[in-house]
């Protein structure tokens, strides 16, 4: 860790020096105010600077010359006093249980990678953060605080006082406050133009001349008036092309906008001096059409990439539905359909939707997904559960209370560290090769500059300067970023939501898949079901029913359902329910003991029964009554997929927590040869993917199951699938969602995903063609910098449009669409 005696000495200016800036923000001091031998601009600038070595954090400044906000002053102590009014809280605070909450703040002032890793060690400035998360891109934070140590009005002074005062309206707080549009991309377009096309005109007798332009006092004004229109298009317009290679140098990196700062600043210097030593006119007309081009060619690249965006809002990952209940009826709506106001039934281990206040039953909530906290917390009537939670035993009623606001829960699923293991993070194909783009480049251009220098002095400029400009490594890189979006959202339209772009490649990689069978294979809500043992009566029935209605299996919805077209049944009241996972279930409904699951879970031991069907025994007051017997039937392109996996070669397997009734059924799709193994707890389909790993480290395996026993399988498995119906049950552990009524198309998925490392491949191809092409007419001196520069940003749009239509049309051929 740095302290302030280990600084590099460029960051500070003697204090004597006639021009002081400050040590903090880097503006020039008037009036400084001198501390540790650094000069500071004022109070507030010096206070965060002791803050940060007092928290030994002064290696925030080695990240940038001048990284820190300038600090206008000391903040009053009661200017954030409306913070601790609880309404306020509530507008803010996205999550709150009591021990920590959890706030999103707009940063407006973040800058660069210094302020990201400033605002990611809050939790070393002040006691009670967790941690915060910045979201670079949308100057945007999430912080997480502990409610003991801390408070909301204490993290936003302290994001005030470190310069970083978050943009807070509470007029509206439930819409997104409208991104504000920088101008400063158009203004320098703008200033590039004028003198540009200035130039140019002044340019005209030189060109009309061929150089010899008689009236020498005119030859002289028009050369220093094209210098000195040049000093803004150098200084101002491309000055972002400058700031971006030094901070690329400073990591010891090449980046993109390396070679075209140096063409620019190779431009100027040449030509300032042909001026200043009367030997030529300059290429001023050339360095700010260089400038202008490639400025007018990112504005349209970046139209292009919005044109072409994904936007993954709630509705791109959470399709399912949610059980309404309207007019004493209950019915399954999509969640985008729910509304404030309306009541929902959530059922064990399913996901709370939306903000909402119970109504009736009692709540058993975990919050861990959110919060991390596993201790389950009791909820009763009138109080409030946040989005996100999952509701573990029985069922409720609740109210909703605030827009559906999956999106918070669609940030947790992709970026919430207590339960995100690194799957799938080894980097695109293409990175190894885009990586040494620019230094091959460099070696390139200096090669053929000290050949030209050599066989014709004159000609070096032109080549270096153009082999710079038309050489493009974005293009290389916008091969897979872009390929990669496009079929995310061909994806999405077929109903298979993917976490990230990478568990595209890793199903491109896929050689063998593992099949869940209950809810998976078979219709979790369509199924034939008949009933042996002692007939029921209505008010047994009710005391079943009120039990299976709790669960969101796919055999206790089969159970739910056929009882409540069957019999007059009711919800009756029900304690002390518990659920285990491949077992069954038991509650007290009535005071009366009542067990579901499988035969050794109501009677105690376990014995093989050869059925054809599935059984469920049910005991009531401690006596067995009897066994439902489930025979599923199969989802529809089951068949027909099963047969295409494999035609191409798909080691399949299948898992099942059933018993083996539908052994022969299965055999029917899979064949004799393909193993399936029945009575699987979790724990045994955990480790039997894990075995397939193990035994070759080629295998790579994806798991399609339901989501319910299977989370460890699925976070075990290289790419796992919950498959989901309606329902709003989810887990963290799987990589991508897909629609119940799309399984038959999970060969045309697998298929869509390997022809999508097809068109990364052609299009880096075709990328590498071009900058072939472009430098062996730059390094021949063929090429005016002028036209590279407009060839450049070019050729990525070009990129960009061919993995479109490619990727596009991929999706047609594969049925994903």
Request: glycine share 6%; net charge neutral.
């Amino acid at each position: 860790m740095a302290t302030p005696g280990t600084l590099p000495l460029h960051r500070s200016k003697p204090l004597k020096a006639e021009v002081i800036h400050c040590f903090h923000c880097g503006e020039t001091c008037t009036g400084q105010i001198e501390f540790d031998n650094y000069a500071f601009c004022c109070d507030g600038c010096q206070f965060v600077y002791k803050l940060l070595k007092d928290n030994d954090l002064c290696n925030y400044y080695d990240l940038s010359n001048t990284p820190g906000i300038k600090v206008k002053g000391n903040y009053a102590a009661e200017k954030f006093a409306y913070l601790d009014n609880q309404e306020v809280q509530q507008k803010l605070v996205r999550f709150t249980d009591g021990k920590q909450s959890h706030v999103s703040l707009s940063l407006p002032q973040m800058h660069c990678a210094s302020c990201v890793w400033l605002l990611e060690n809050l939790h070393v400035l002040q006691q009670g953060i967790i941690y915060s998360k910045v979201n670079f891109n949308n100057k945007e934070i999430v912080v997480a605080f502990e409610l003991e140590l801390t408070s909301l009005r204490k993290v936003i002074e302290l994001l005030s006082y470190v310069g970083y005062e978050p943009y807070i309206s509470l007029n509206d707080s439930e819409k997104k406050r409208p991104k504000s549009i920088s101008r400063q991309q158009f203004y320098k377009i703008g200033v590039a133009g004028f003198c540009f096309s200035n130039i140019m005109m002044l340019s005209f007798p030189e060109y009309f001349s061929s150089g010899d332009i008689q009236q020498a006092f005119l030859k002289h004004l028009f050369t220093y008036l094209n210098l000195f229109l040049s000093l803004p298009v150098f200084f101002y317009s491309a000055s972002d092309f400058f700031i971006s290679a030094c901070k690329g140098l400073k990591q010891k990196w090449l980046n993109i906008d390396a070679p075209i700062a140096l063409s620019i600043l190779i431009t100027f210097s040449r030509s300032v001096y042909e001026v200043v030593s009367g030997t030529g006119a300059g290429y001023f007309d050339s360095m700010s059409g260089i400038v202008l081009f490639m400025l007018v060619g990112r504005w349209f690249q970046n139209k292009t990439y919005d044109a072409f965006s994904f936007d993954r809002d709630y509705k791109s990952y959470f399709p399912l539905g949610v059980t309404r209940i309207k007019e004493q009826r209950e019915e399954c709506i999509p969640i985008n359909a729910l509304e404030k106001g309306d009541r929902i039934l959530v059922r064990s281990n399913e996901m709370i939707p939306a903000d909402a206040i119970v109504i009736n039953g009692e709540g058993n909530i975990d919050y861990s997904f959110v919060s991390g906290e596993n201790l389950p917390v009791l909820k009763r009537p009138g109080e409030l559960i946040y989005a996100g939670a999952k509701q573990l035993s029985g069922r409720i009623e609740l109210e909703v209370v605030k827009p559906v606001s999956q999106s918070y829960i669609t940030q947790l699923w992709n970026n919430n560290d207590i339960f995100r293991e690194q799957k799938n993070k080894d980097k695109s194909f293409v990175h190894p090769w885009s990586r040494y783009f620019t230094a091959i480049l460099f070696s390139i251009t200096a090669i053929a500059s000290v050949y030209w220098y050599v066989v014709d002095a004159h000609k070096v400029f032109y080549a270096l300067t153009a082999a710079l400009i038309v050489a493009c490594p974005c293009s290389l890189l916008l091969s897979s970023s872009f390929t990669f979006g496009n079929m995310l959202r061909h994806f999405g339209k077929s109903k298979l939501y993917l976490k990230n772009a990478s568990v595209i490649e890793a199903l491109a990689r896929i050689n063998t898949v593992v099949f869940d069978k209950t809810g998976t294979l078979t219709f979790s809500a369509k199924a034939q079901i008949d009933f042996e043992g002692k007939p029921l009566s209505d008010e047994e029935c009710s005391l079943l029913y009120s039990v299976v209605s709790q669960s969101v299996h796919p055999l206790s919805r089969l159970l739910t359902d056929y009882l409540l077209h069957q019999h007059p049944v009711q919800a009756l009241t029900i304690s002390q329910f518990a659920e285990k996972a491949g077992q069954g279930m038991e509650a007290l409904v009535n005071e009366t003991p009542i067990r579901v699951g499988s035969f050794a879970f109501v009677k105690g031991f376990r014995k093989e029964r050869s059925t054809s069907a599935t059984e469920v025994w049910i005991a009531i007051d401690s006596s067995v009554r009897g066994c439902f017997f489930i025979r599923n039937q199969y989802r529809n392109g089951v068949n027909e997929m099963v047969q295409k996996l494999e035609e191409r070669s798909y080691d399949l397997h299948v898992l099942s927590g059933d018993n083996s009734a539908e052994k022969e059924a299965l055999q029917q799709f899979f064949g004799q040869q393909i193993p399936l193994l029945f009575h699987q707890t979790p724990q045994d389909k955990l480790e039997y993917i894990k075995h397939l790993q193990q035994t070759s480290a080629t295998k790579r395996v994806l798991m399609l199951g339901d989501g319910l026993n299977d989370a460890g399988s699925l976070q075990q498995s290289d790419v796992g699938i919950a498959v989901a119906e309606n329902t709003s049950q989810f887990t963290p552990a799987c990589d991508a969602i897909l629609d119940s009524s799309k399984v038959g198309m999970l060969d045309a998925f697998l298929q869509y995903a390997r022809s999508g490392k097809r068109v990364v491949s052609i299009s880096f191809t075709l990328s590498i063609l071009y900058n072939i092409v472009g430098l062996s007419f730059a390094l021949q001196a063929k090429l005016s910098p002028m036209v590279a520069a407009i060839l450049m940003p070019l050729s990525s749009i070009t990129i960009v449009t061919f993995v479109t239509i490619a990727t596009s049309i991929a999706a047609r051929r594969n049925g994903v669409q």
